[in-house]
């Protein structure tokens, strides 16, 4: 297979803007800002919602003061500092807006995700590697500990703990997903964009996404942000890039966060490890089926495919029904 080799850039003076978007949490910050360091980002943008109470009100104080004083390099500074509390999903969206109206591309980290150096290099080279490939939806830093020869690989789902994407295309994103209301048979359109191979019938799969996009639809409070992305990237059938290491932490796994409370998930401060520069580029990108199938279902979604005992029961099933 053809490739591109690319070498390990310098980062001298980091140019790619990076979003910070913080809340409450105070205790991954000076972990955070100690990697940011080493790379000295020159354009630095910081959004933090507003306090939901007057307990509230004094941790997300802490937090972007303790933000402001340990940043120490000499850098642009941006802040979007909320007074009213917007929630999980406005709140987020409106800090990926405010990024982007200033921004073409850049890289977005929330306040418990810890990256390596070789993170902050994968995500410029990227960004400027596929700059005018339209196919491709954004670039993840956290591959869930998937392990390949391989520099980079793709897939046709993203991860959003440490990730970096184009303004070109983040604005494509509709995150009220009004095309799902229109859609008629839900599982044959989810179906035709989920299946591995076209012999894959995992109807399960496709039912897990059917129940969370109705939610997203129809749940008036419903409070995330990232599965808007993730239902756009489907429907448009572009790609994720991921490294071939994993190049973030997630440390957010305790009772503070919003969605991941569970401390013994497989996802959990996963191991980072070192870039082997130069990179090798592929002309050709196709989804990895392995890493979707074994990884990101299993470790990210915590969905299991069934085995070969399940399709044999279904079909007598359905035999007996006919």
């Known amino acids: 297979m053809e490739k591109t080799v690319i070498d390990k850039p310098s ?153 970096a994407t184009w303004s070109d295309r983040f604005f494509e994103v509709d995150f009220n997903i009004l095309s799902w209301k229109k859609v008629s048979n839900k599982r044959w359109f989810l179906y035709k964009k989920l299946r591995s191979t076209i012999f894959d019938f995992d109807w399960n799969w496709i039912d897990y996404w059917i129940s969370i996009f109705n939610d997203a639809v129809e749940n008036e409070r419903y409070t995330t942000w990232d599965y808007q992305l993730i239902y756009n990237q489907i429907v448009s059938g572009k790609l994720t890039v991921f490294p071939g290491v994993n190049l973030v932490r997630n440390l957010g796994f305790d009772e503070d966060a919003t969605h991941t409370k569970n401390e013994q998930h497989t996802a959990y401060n996963l191991k980072t490890h070192k870039l082997n520069w130069p990179i090798q580029i592929p002309v050709k990108l196709n989804p990895n089926i392995d890493f979707y199938e074994t990884v990101l279902k299993e470790r990210w979604a915590y969905y299991k495919r069934p085995n070969w005992k399940y399709y044999i029961g279904q079909i007598i099933k359905n035999c007996f029904n006919y």
């Open 11 to 163: 980062y001298d003076n980091f140019e790619t803007p990076v979003l910070i978007i913080c809340y409450n949490r105070e205790a991954y910050i000076e972990a955070q800002l100690d990697q940011i360091r080493k790379v000295k980002p020159v354009n630095l943008f910081i959004a933090c919602d507003g306090p939901r109470n007057s307990l509230d009100a004094v941790k997300v104080k802490k937090v972007r003061e303790r933000y402001l004083n340990l940043i120490d390099w000499e850098c642009t500074i941006q802040t979007n500092f909320q007074e009213i509390n917007h929630g999980c999903f406005k709140g987020v969206k409106g800090a990926l807006d405010w990024f982007f109206t200033y921004n073409k591309e850049g890289i977005i980290l929330e306040d418990d995700i810890i990256p390596t150096i070789d993170f902050f290099l994968f995500m410029e080279v990227m960004l400027n590697t596929y700059r005018e490939n339209n196919n491709v939806f954004c670039i993840s830093g956290c591959n869930l500990g998937y392990t390949t020869p391989d520099s980079i690989f793709t897939s046709k789902i993203m991860n959003m703990w440490g990730w």
